[in-house]
Each structure stands twice: as C-alpha cells, then as structure tokens.
T-cell receptor, first 117, second 113 residues
Framework: DSGVTQTPKHLITATGQRVTLRCSPR?????VYWYQQSLDQGLQFLIQ???????AKGNILERFSAQQFPDLHSELNLSSLELGDSALYFC????????????????FGEGSRLTVL | SQQGEEDPQALSIQEGENATMNCSYK?????LQWYRQNSGRGLVHLIL???NEREKHSGRLRVTLDTSKKSSSLLITASRAADTASYFC?????????????WGLGTSLAVNP
C-alpha cells in the first residue's frame, strides 16, 4: 500500500459528460502529480501541484483542470469527455521539500479507470 | 513528454534466468529511477540512482548508470514468475524550480514458470 488513495477506482460515462477524480496523497507529502496512461501513449504527465499551487504542466488538455486543496487532497476534472479520454488516471505524491531542486521518489495510487462510451 | 527509451519493448524469459532492461535518455539528469507496474495497477518505485553513482543494488536488482552514454540498465537476477510486470525508467531533468520527470514507454517482462 503506497498510502496514496484514489477514487473512484472505476468510472463509466458517456461522451460529452464531466467527471471528477479525487486523490489523497500520502500523509505529509506536499506534492501531487497527475498522469494519464493509455495503451497507445504510455504514461503521460498532466500536471503537478505543490502545497496548493500549480508547479508544472505537462500534456494536459484545456478540457481538463485540476486543483489541490488546503488539506492537500487533489481533484482532476475532465469535461466534454471524448472516447479517446478513456484511460487509467494516476495520482502520485512525493515528499519534495520546497527548497529541493531534484525530483524524488513518487508514490502512486492504484489509479482511476475511466471508460467513455 | 516521454523522451526516455527502454529496450527491449518486451522480454520473455524462464524462471531463474536473469532479465536485463535498458533505458536511454537525451539530456543531463539529476537522477534516474526505475519503477515496476503490475497489469492495471499503480507504479511502484524500485530504485533511484543519482547522476554521480555508477551502480546500485537492491536485493535481486542491480542498476547501472553510464552518464557518458546516457544510458542505464536494470538487471533482475534469478527471476521469478512474480517479477512479471512492466518496468519503467524515469529521468529527473529538474532544473531550478522546474521539476521534470521524463518517463520511458516501458519494458514488458514476462517470466514463465
């Protein structure tokens, strides 16, 4: 058990809909990362938050947004869903101190499997 | 974006044999990390090797890093069926406040009993 909790584990929805994925990082970890994993594109970095603020942005679509709350949990919002958004969405956390200049070990949740029909 | 490259893409071996996977990257790095992913599960961190290290061991795992060739290898000795998984390398290319982990596409390892 990594200590990172993601809900829901599975989600089936229709095109055009909106969903919210939730992540609770490990106790004490300030940094949260979101990744998308599909069969044809591998692991794609979406966005990173550190202590409530956006730290880095990857290949995140404009239809997607995220935030990290004061209690450090994070939500990834996916809207106007398309068939191609079907994927596993992972959240990962790390302890990363504010002054640290290197990326350390990430702890991954078990993922949320999104199926868009 | 994913710039790391693992090879082979897929590897099938018999239990007891050694498995070697390679990872190549393109720029200077702070460290390189290896992760394992069982089918449909979250990734699990295996080992981190810093740019000033050349070799690191953890149980049956041995990782080497050659910064001159911009490559790393992961060796799993005396493999077991439970080692069947995908293995990913991630290179830390963080610079200043810009933290960046670059992921490879993974090597799928099948260990046959």
């Amino acid at each position: 058990d990594s200590g990172v909790t993601q809900t829901p584990k599975h989600l089936i929805t229709a095109t055009g809909q909106r969903v919210t994925l939730r992540c609770s990082p490990r106790s004490g970890d300030l940094s949260v990362y979101w990744y998308q994993q599909s069969l044809d594109q591998g692991l794609q970095f979406l966005i990173q938050y550190y202590n409530g603020e956006e730290r880095a942005k990857g290949n995140i679509l404009e239809r997607f947004s995220a935030q990290q709350f004061p209690d450090l949990h994070s939500e990834l919002n996916l809207s106007s869903l398309e068939l191609g958004d079907s994927a596993l969405y992972f959240c990962a956390s790390s302890v990363e101190a504010s002054g640290r200049r290197r990326a350390g070990e990430l702890f991954f949740g078990e993922g949320s499997r999104l199926t868009v029909l | 974006s994913q710039q790391g490259e693992e090879d082979p893409q897929a590897l099938s071996i018999q239990e007891g044999e050694n498995a070697t996977m390679n990872c190549s990257y393109k720029t200077s790095i702070n460290n390189l990390q290896w992760y394992r992913q069982n089918s449909g599960r979250g990734l699990v961190h295996l080992i981190l090797i810093r740019s000033n290290e050349r070799e690191k061991h953890s149980g049956r795992l041995r990782v080497t890093l050659d910064t001159s060739k911009k490559s790393s290898s992961l060796l799993i000795t005396a493999s077991r069926a439970a080692d069947t998984a995908s293995y990913f390398c991630a290179t830390d290319e963080s610079d200043g406040n810009n933290r960046k982990l670059i992921w490879g596409l993974g090597t799928s390892l099948a260990v046959n009993p």
